[in-house]
């Protein structure tokens, strides 16, 4: 059964629809789905990774816009979900282009939902595949 067709919860559903919006770049439309107050986190050193920590909905959304809106294209594909109670957990993978360089990365993702909307997401992901894809830009992986 794919995720879509579990889409049966309204967690997964919204979820899906946040998924199918950063597939897309719709900036917006994501914002549309996130509480005012929620969270993203991403694990790592934040003196290492300058993506990593905790951040707002508005923090993280020039690093969102500046890295995929700079991409040749972009794809966001959900393998599975697993929702329970206000938790839907979202394995993924993303695959992109810039200038001959090819971005890939896999993702486990942990989202939580208030009121139909996204609260929090934990984004666990391979750091090492953003500095692959960094070093085939000559683009330095630490900020």
Not at 14 to 39: I, N, Q, Y
Not at 47 to 57: K, M, S, V
Not at 82 to 109: F, H, K, P, T
């Amino acid at each position: 059964m794919s995720a879509l067709e579990k889409a049966d919860h309204p967690g997964r559903h919204v979820v899906l629809a946040f998924c199918d919006r950063l597939s897309s770049r719709d900036f917006a439309g994501m914002r549309a789905l996130v509480t005012d107050d929620m969270t993203w986190f991403v694990p790592g050193r934040p003196d290492r990774i300058n993506y990593a920590g905790l951040f707002t909905f508005d923090q993280i959304l020039p690093n969102l816009e500046g890295f995929l809106g700079g991409l040749e294209d972009f794809s966001f594909s959900v393998i599975d979900t697993v929702a329970e109670g206000d938790m839907v957990v979202v394995e993924a993978r993303s695959q992109g282009r810039l200038n001959g360089a090819i971005y890939d990365n896999c993702y486990l993702m942990k989202y939580k939902l208030r009121d139909g909307r996204i609260l929090s997401l934990k984004e666990y992901l391979d750091h090492s595949n953003v500095a692959a894809f960094l070093e085939q830009l000559e683009i330095p992986a630490a900020s």
